[in-house]
C-alpha cells in the first residue's frame, strides 16, 4: 500500500479557507499532501487540476494560518 491509498483528510485543521496555487509543474503531489509553513502542518492540498503548462493546487488552509496576499510557495519533497 502506498501513501497515497491511505485515507487522508484533504482539508486543514478545524475551521478553513481556500487557496489556489499556481505552479510551473507539481510532480508527485497528491490530494491530502501536507501544507506547511516551516514545520506547522497549516493545511492540505484538497484538489489539483491542470491546463497543460501549469498545475493549479486548491489547499486548504487552518483559519488560524493567515497568509499574506503575495506569499510566495515551493513544492518540495
Not at 487522508?8 to 510551473?24: K, L, P
Amino acid at each position: 500500500m502506498g501513501l497515497q491509498q491511505l485515507p487522508i483528510g484533504r482539508s486543514g485543521e478545524g475551521e478553513t479557507y481556500q487557496v489556489t496555487a499556481v505552479f510551473d509543474g507539481a510532480d508527485r503531489v497528491d490530494p491530502g499532501t501536507e501544507v506547511r509553513v516551516g514545520q506547522a502542518v497549516v493545511g492540505r492540498v484538497r484538489s489539483i487540476s491542470t491546463d497543460g503548462r501549469r498545475a493549479f493546487l486548491e489547499l486548504s488552509m487552518s483559519e488560524w494560518a493567515e497568509l499574506p496576499a503575495n506569499v510566495a510557495a515551493s513544492v518540495r519533497l
